[in-house]
């Protein structure tokens, strides 16, 4: 069935380091979102593009935070130094289906920087 | 004050009675009105949307709007112990939606 992916699922480094998150929309999605998610700011929107399009990305840190979509089927995102406060599950979520808003998100990407 | 609020709850609720979510928010041109629920430790996932002022129902849940108020809220009829989650209200405008911080519900068995 159609769902989102993301890679990895699990992701614990070193302050300093890089890290790479990747998101597979749903085929046919034309818009895909970046969010982070901790239990003291709940879920923030990052950035999102439609039809590759990057549309607002005023939600990320931009001296370390960047994302992209080189194609239809892949949207990263990346930092840069990574530091301990950049610890939180990131989520993509896709959209274009029938109803407008309604989103899919994938399973998230769980990163701890130590 | 914040976009959409919600009690963060927890709220406990016995099962089989109703549970009932609330959520408010701050933009009048707001357009879209959404229940996404997450289990523990999994994604968001999308249980309700609504529109139009008034009730929406799909089977066990009902999502009210109030436009005038700008108040949202969600009911559970006949909760069950897997209704257990944290419900999060969220409102769609200008292109993206802007999520509450989240209801955690337990329902006691």
């Known amino acids: 069935d159609a769902r989102v992916t993301q890679t990895p699922r699990h992701k614990v480094t070193e302050m300093g380091q890089e890290v790479t998150m990747r998101c597979q929309p749903i085929?046919?999605?034309?818009?895909v979102f970046w969010y982070r998610q901790t239990m003291m700011q709940g879920l923030e929107l990052l950035a999102y593009?439609?039809?590759?399009?990057?549309?607002?990305d005023s939600g990320m840190p931009k001296d370390r935070f960047s994302a992209e979509m080189p194609d239809a089927t892949l949207a990263t995102l990346k930092i840069q130094p990574s530091e301990p406060r950049d610890s939180a599950v990131y989520f993509c979520?896709?959209?274009?289906?029938?109803?407008?808003?309604?989103?899919?998100f994938g399973p998230g990407t769980r990163l701890t920087v130590t | 004050q914040k976009e959409v609020e919600q009690n963060s709850g927890p709220l406990s609720v016995p099962e089989g009675a109703i549970a009932s979510l609330n959520c408010t928010y701050s933009?009048?041109?707001?357009?879209?009105f959404f229940w996404y629920r997450q289990y523990s430790g999994k994604s968001p996932e999308l249980i309700m949307f609504?529109?139009?002022?008034g009730d929406k129902e799909d089977g066990r849940f009902t999502a009210q709007l109030n436009k005038a108020s700008q108040y949202v809220s969600l009911l559970i009829r006949d909760s069950q112990p897997s209704d257990s989650a944290t419900y999060l209200c969220?409102?769609?405008?200008?292109?993206?939606?802007?999520f509450g911080k989240g209801t955690r519900l337990h329902i006691l068995p």
């Open positions: 979520a896709s959209e274009g289906g029938v109803v407008p808003y309604e989103q899919y």
């Open positions: 085929l046919g999605h034309n818009t």
């Open positions: 593009f439609r039809n590759r399009a990057p549309l607002d």
């Open positions: 933009d009048r041109g707001s357009q879209s």
């Open positions: 609504i529109y139009s002022n």
């Open positions: 969220a409102v769609g405008r200008d292109d993206k939606i802007i």
